[in-house]
């Protein structure tokens, strides 16, 4: 009597069939990543040195309580205030610097490109604004407030000059991209039919791209305040500062205050430009 | 019969000043923001722009030239410039780590997820997030010390935050099929994040962690301001020595360093859309 071999059922594979691979990988990974370790002296266990586990465990301990005393919350707030001041005021700036160059370097806006390439000049002008543009935003807003802090002195007016500039670039490109990746129609009859740049712009371009310009702007008004407060660590006043301050002074208090204000500030500028973008749609 | 007029009643547009108006009162908050601002800040245009100004400013940009090109000088850059480069890379390769182990707890993984972990989670994603880089990295100092190391782990904090909330809403709008065809079989929630969830959001997450490569390596170009490396910290020490040749050479190795960061992930972003 024979008995019947049940038919061999393919078994499925209990482990990951490409393991292998992934380790390897894995590994190879980590290998490459081994100079990264070495140039940023990439040493853990310096911060479980006895010495320095007690300068911490110091300075964290000194955050608690947080000062709280009445002369100490007006200052942090006056403080908080200009920076959102210098924020604003260096968005309103980098309009500024923004709109006519984004208006110049538009190729949407362009008459001599209707019937297919753009003529030489207008080519290199726009080019020569885009690389302009480039330039601004490529300079990190710190650079620039080292800059003016050499020229105007300390104080918020290099701030505001240092984040118009930056985020000037910054708007200007990108309010380039957002033109230009728009409806393209109602621009182009009207520069064909003999209307100016400006009405072309101003009829045409802006309807159509208003609300995504208007909530890109918003979301750069709460990345300015994020940097307003860097700022203040080489000098422009405001919560940055302060800070710096604090900080110098190992004054952990201080210091867990106003991280708990910035935290608040930021999160309530995140609330206000989110609020603002599902208004505008 | 009804009395109705032949044609609609012609409709007057909305009143422009209207308390019910929505964007009146936007618009007024607004004017009323940027004027106090303006006025609140004293600041010093008149100075600014008068000829003295004018004049240090013009000799402050004249000092820039010639850029100190001393093959000394330019082996120091070099140095500041793999510094810079390793801190953005490493912590951001950190941070798309930390991120990652942050996004799971914070994120609802499937319909009927408790997910008792998500609010706690996003609370601290959001903590680390509004600390910017340089205030992480002028805390870190005092427990890492000078150098690169306090820029790395600075860059790691703060990148962790803004990297964990993205892969979270990367990880809860995946498609949820797949997930749950493997639930189904009983396979248990880390084989299904694994082999399910992950492959799935894998693109977008390469993606957004290339993108904030490009926003690290200008914040590591700058960290180094309070002393945490790289090319900030030679850029600190020469300006304030007022060694304006050298300052010129560092600032055109932070903006070659950044427009190769930006082109190289424009790249590969570009190749992985493909």
Wanted: include cysteine.
């Amino acid at each position: 009597m024979n008995t019947i071999a049940a038919p061999a059922r393919p078994v499925p594979p209990a482990r990951d069939p490409a393991w292998l691979g992934r380790v390897f990988w894995l590994g190879a990974g980590l290998v490459l990543l081994w100079p990264l370790f070495v140039a940023t002296e990439f040493r853990p266990w310096v911060l479980f040195e006895p010495a320095n586990v007690k300068i911490s465990a110091q300075f964290i301990g000194s955050f608690f309580p947080p000062v709280l005393n009445p002369e100490f919350l007006l200052m942090v707030a006056k403080e908080t205030w200009r920076t959102v001041a210098i924020a604003t005021a260096g968005i309103v700036l980098a309009l500024g610097v923004a709109v006519p160059l984004t208006l110049l370097s538009t190729r949407s806006l362009s008459i001599s490109a209707l019937p297919g390439r753009m003529a030489r000049l207008p080519f290199v002008l726009r080019q020569a604004v885009r690389g302009l543009l480039i330039v601004l935003r490529s300079v990190p807003e710190l650079v620039w407030a080292l800059v003016f802090v050499r020229v105007v002195g300390l104080g918020p007016t290099a701030g505001v000059l240092a984040i118009a500039l930056t985020y000037g670039g910054m708007l200007g490109k990108v309010y380039g991209e957002i033109l230009e990746s728009g409806e393209q129609q109602p621009t182009e009859t009207l520069l064909r039919n003999g209307a100016g740049r400006l009405q072309a712009f101003f009829y045409g371009l802006l309807p159509g791209n208003a609300a995504e310009l208007t909530s890109y702007t918003v979301y750069r008004w709460e990345c300015a305040i994020r940097s307003s407060v860097v700022l203040g660590f080489v000098g422009a006043g405001g919560l940055g500062q302060q800070m710096d301050n604090s900080m110098k002074m190992f004054n952990g208090g201080e210091v867990a205050t106003m991280l708990l204000v910035f935290i608040a500030l930021v999160a309530l500028a995140d609330r206000t430009s989110g609020w603002l973008r599902r208004a505008l749609g | 019969m009804k009395d109705e007029a032949a044609n609609l009643p012609y409709r007057l547009p909305p009143r422009v000043f209207d308390a019910r108006c929505k964007a009146c009162w936007f618009s007024l908050g607004l004017v009323a923001l940027v004027v106090a601002s303006f006025w609140s800040l004293d600041l010093q245009w008149g100075q600014f722009f008068s000829a003295e100004a004018a004049r240090s400013m013009a000799r402050f940009v004249g000092e820039f030239f010639p850029p100190d090109l001393s093959a000394p000088f330019l082996h120091k850059v070099l140095v500041g410039s793999v510094e810079t480069m390793a801190m953005s890379l490493l912590g951001t390769l950190l941070a798309a780590a930390l991120g990652l182990l942050l996004a799971v707890p914070a994120s609802r993984l499937h319909e009927g997820d408790a997910a008792w972990a998500r609010a706690p989670t996003r609370l601290v994603l959001n903590a680390l997030r509004s600390i910017p880089e340089l205030v992480w990295a002028a805390l870190l100092l005092i427990s890492a010390g000078l150098g690169p190391f306090a820029g790395t782990l600075a860059l790691a904090f703060h990148t962790t935050g803004v990297l964990g909330r993205l892969f979270a809403e990367a990880i809860e709008n995946a498609p949820a099929g797949p997930g749950f065809a493997l639930r189904a079989q009983g396979v248990g929630p880390l084989r299904v994040l694994l082999f399910a969830t992950l492959p799935q959001v894998l693109p977008q997450l390469v993606s957004y962690t290339l993108y904030r490569w490009e926003n690290n390596i200008r914040a590591a170009a700058v960290l180094g301001v309070v002393g945490a490396g790289g090319l900030g910290q030679l850029l600190a020490f020469h300006m304030g020595l007022f060694h304006m040749n050298k300052t010129a050479t560092l600032l055109g190795a932070m903006l070659l360093l950044v427009a190769a960061v930006d082109l190289l992930s424009y790249a590969l972003r570009r190749r992985m859309m493909r």
